[in-house]
């Protein structure tokens, strides 16, 4: 750790307090002072601590009779190696066919302080280039034959690459749980793990507590502390043609947060903001592909005609499903939507101060996020509106998956003219399996309808 200190302010003791005597031989009152002694602390230092970032990289690839290809060295920053203009690190693998590999440690100098360690990550491209007449004739193509062309799709490989991240030591070895098993971290095809890391990914700094813990800091980047995160990838060898001349790319990176003063729940890898109007109009084609709802409904003390919660495709072209519910004239309690990718199914849930359920609807056959509108999936918005006089709606603490986005958590808006509010996450992974959480209060001042509302946007 560091010998960097935080100096003490100027303090003053006082000494011999009261003493005063009196002189009274008839002639008058003698006076005295205060007995004083001063002792200064001087020239105090207020001196900022740091924090400093490097990662080891051990990684090497088998391509059989194609070559080998190793990397050893160190990041720092957006560059690899000791040269601060230096370049970045990339790996690049061509030729890739069944069978192939590559394996590598990756392992933490945390300089000074210790830190909250994330993993955050994105498929960048996923694409089908051209399409060979044995790759057309392969099980699960989905082009045509096109030598030369360059086609606008996504091609197979992120499918067909399979990718396993463990915690290890320095050496590459597996650290194990309690069944002698290898502790995973993330493991699937490459799209599968590229959209988890989308979403970020929390490292645990001691593996032998029960809950996460910091990585400890070390005195120079000559050293580390912590677990290695092991990075494994393979091209299965029944795979067939269909990955012929397909090609990925992606990006991954690690963040580290000072634990001091700080819980570790806030995720550096998403983002979000806020500000008036819908979060739907916050997308890049200003439109859902898919939405969940808290509604005023029949209002207080209810009523069947209207629900309170929907969650489908489309509200105005009643897509949906919902579920009834009756507000008192206020309301205090939380909500989740939930997201399950392989059913492709959403549900949406309202609960008490307490956590307990109050009331939930649930939606199968959810419109396809990475199909639909631009295709990014990538972005999830909360919408607050209060349009009756006295009403308001309060939205705090929000989180994805547990964690709390990099930025605005909170959203609001009262019944006094202005337009509705929103909340925009953005950089997260719709399509795969997540819960957006976070409390919610509601004064209804008679409201019904549509007049007072939470909806949840997403892409």
Known sequence: MSDKKIGLSRRRVLGGLGAIGVASAGAGLGTSAYFSDTESFVGNILEAGSLDLYVHVDYEEDQGSYGDYEIDGVIQGDTFGEDPDGEALTIDVDDLKPGDSGEGELCFSIVDNPAWMWMCGELTANDENSVTEPEADADGEDNDYDPDGDIDGEG???DAMMVSLTYCDEDGDPILDDDEEPIVILEGTLGEVMSQLDNGVALDGDLEEDDRSPFPGVESSNETAGPCVCVEWWVPTDVGNEIQTDSVEFDFSFVAVQSRHNDG???PCITSTSGEDWGKFQFGDEAETWFGRLKAGDGPGGGAAQGELYIGNNAAGGDYNQDQYDWP????????VEYDSDANEGTITLYDSGGSSLSS????????????GDGSADELGITAKANTA???VDVSNVMLNGTSPS???????SGDGTSPTHLH???????????????????????TGENVAMDVHVD
């Open 329 to 336: 004239d206020t309301f205090e309690g939380s909500f989740s």
């Open 407 to 413: 930025g605005a958590t909170s959203v609001s808006a």
């Open 361 to 372: 609807a649930t939606y199968t056959g959810l419109d396809d996020q990475a199909s639909t």
């Open 390 to 392: 006295g009403s308001s």
């Open 265 to 267: 729940d806030v995720n």
């Open 425 to 447: 996450i953005t950089d997260v992974d719709t399509t795969v399996d997540w819960t957006l959480t976070g409390d919610v209060n509601i004064e209804f001042a008679g409201a």
């Open 156 to 158: 197979e490989l992120a």
